[in-house]
């Protein structure tokens, strides 16, 4: 951003979609901040300004525990990211019940969206377009961008990103 401060990015997605392996592919220290709430958080450099991005460590299931502690996070946030386990069938419900309830947070309206379509690598992995559809992108009233990544090999991370600098700025 201009202002010279990191743009702030909170990290989400269900467990197991790979936020973490996302994270460690981010140039920069992947810090933990402790707490009863363990935190995950990187600050990222990018051709426009720095990122950080901040992330849960525990493992979500489908629900967002303690949102009073998330709401500080969405309250600073200039942007979010959702990882998505394209090929996780099973859980692609969830993860869109859980898109739709983060995206009516009030601290989080009108705020850019990254979708990361992550885990292409595999088989059966959901291709980007379908995702944007099964997870009505489209209707959605903010910047919003879908990439297919893979966070195993890094595949995708920095286009990501290179359109959130973009969106943030
Ligand atoms: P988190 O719970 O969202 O933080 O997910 P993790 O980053 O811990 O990843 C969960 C599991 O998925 C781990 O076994 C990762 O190695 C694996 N994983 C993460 N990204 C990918 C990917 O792009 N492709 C494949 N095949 N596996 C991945």
Redesign the pocket.
């Known amino acids: 951003s201009s202002s010279g401060r990191a743009s702030q990015v909170v990290v989400l997605?269900?467990?197991?979609?790979?936020?973490?392996?996302?994270?460690?592919h981010m140039k920069g220290d992947l810090k933990s901040i402790s707490g009863r709430n363990a935190m995950k958080s990187v600050e990222v450099q990018s051709p426009h300004g720095s990122m950080a991005l901040t992330?849960a460590?525990w493992?979500l299931g489908g629900r967002i525990p303690d949102r009073a502690l998330w709401r500080k996070y969405y309250k600073d946030a200039d942007a979010l990211i959702f990882?998505v386990?394209s090929?996780d069938r099973r859980r692609l419900e969830e993860s869109q019940n859980q898109l739709e309830d983060l995206l009516r947070e009030d601290d989080l309206v009108d705020k850019p969206l990254l979708v990361y379509a992550?885990?292409?690598?595999?088989p059966r992995a959901l291709p980007g377009p379908e995702l944007v559809e099964f997870l009505g992108l489209r209707t959605l009233k903010r910047q919003w961008h879908l990439q297919e990544?893979?966070?195993?090999?890094g595949?995708g991370i920095l286009e990501g990103l290179a359109w959130l600098s973009d969106a943030t700025s």
């Not at 997605?13 to 460690?24: F, P, Q, S």
């Open positions: 997605g269900l467990d197991n979609a790979g936020k973490t392996t996302l994270l460690r992330m460590s493992d990882v386990d090929a992550n885990k292409q690598d595999l990544s893979t966070s195993k090999t595949a």
